[in-house]
């Protein structure tokens, strides 16, 4: 599976508005390209978890270090609890845990689980660690 279109991030943006849940986007103050996003979805689809979200961040490997993601995870934890949101669950793949999970640490995450090869990511099997954090 290949990058995102065009299209599928639109209906991404547009599924996840819907829902009241934040899309948030970085840009580069130099020349406005994209150096980071960030996004919360539904954890479960289920009604029983409406209220829990998992975060998505990407930052641009150019861009990392210098804030970016802790910006982008901060306002993504402020609109999430504005839109309702009780708790927020990161999956963060093993294989490039070291900054994400110092990110998360960082703005009151706590870690919440270990499961094994439940991924596959370049080849290999790839395990995640799960990282909780409580909004209300």
């Known amino acids: 599976m290949g990058p995102r279109s065009d299209a599928s991030w639109l ?9 009241g849940l934040p899309f948030l986007v970085a840009e580069a103050e130099t020349d406005g390209s994209i150096i980071g996003y960030a996004y919360a979805g539904p954890w479960r689809h289920k009604p029983a978890y409406r209220t829990t ?16 993601g802790r910006l982008l995870l901060t306002e993504l934890l402020t609109a999430c609890a504005a839109a309702g949101t009780h708790q927020v669950i990161a999956v963060i793949a093993e294989s490039d845990a070291e900054a994400s999970v110092a990110l998360h640490e960082s703005c009151g995450f706590t870690v919440a689980g270990r499961l094994v090869d439940v991924g596959f990511k370049h080849g290999r099997c790839v395990s995640t660690l799960l990282m909780q954090r409580a909004l209300s």
């Open 53 to 68: 979200v998992e975060d998505s961040i990407f930052i641009a490997p150019a861009e990392t270090g210098r804030g970016v």
């Open 11 to 19: 209906q991404l943006s547009t599924d996840l508005s819907a829902r």
